[in-house]
Nanobody, 115 residues
Framework: QVQLVESGGGLVQPGGSLRLSCAAS????????MGWYRQAPGKQRESVAV???????NCASSVKGRCTISRDNAKNTVYLQMNSLKPEDTAVYYC?????????RGQGTQVTVSS
């Protein structure tokens, strides 16, 4: 079992930045990847960024250039830095971890981009 707790969401003005954190606990061995996806009301889930074991990271094309994902293995925490936020970035952001073929998900944190 892996438990994930997100933090850092909130209301941000267009053009602003925020950093989301995801603290993981539980069975931390054999975690292959950690990342973020988001879901806006009435829309499908969208992958935002992933950090794969071995330091490989990737951001989705919709946020590329505005997104940085990083992982602190010592703290079992993954971060998502988002810059130049747009109203269309408004969504619930979920942290996930993949371990032995199973995906664990956090409870989500709301990000609202609005003036």
């Amino acid at each position: 079992q892996v438990q994930l707790v997100e933090s850092g969401g909130g209301l941000v003005q267009p053009g602003g930045s925020l950093r989301l954190s995801c603290a993981a606990s539980g069975s931390m061995d054999s975690i292959n990847a950690m990342g973020w996806y988001r879901q806006a009301p009435g829309k499908q889930r969208e992958s935002v960024a992933v950090a794969i074991s071995g330091s490989s990271t990737n951001c989705a094309s919709s946020v590329k250039g505005r997104c940085t994902i990083s992982r602190d293995n010592a703290k079992n925490t993954v971060y998502l830095q988002m810059n130049s936020l747009k109203p269309e970035d408004t969504a619930v952001y979920y942290c996930y971890a993949v371990r032995l073929g199973y995906e664990y998900r956090g409870q989500g944190t709301q990000v609202t981009v609005s003036s």
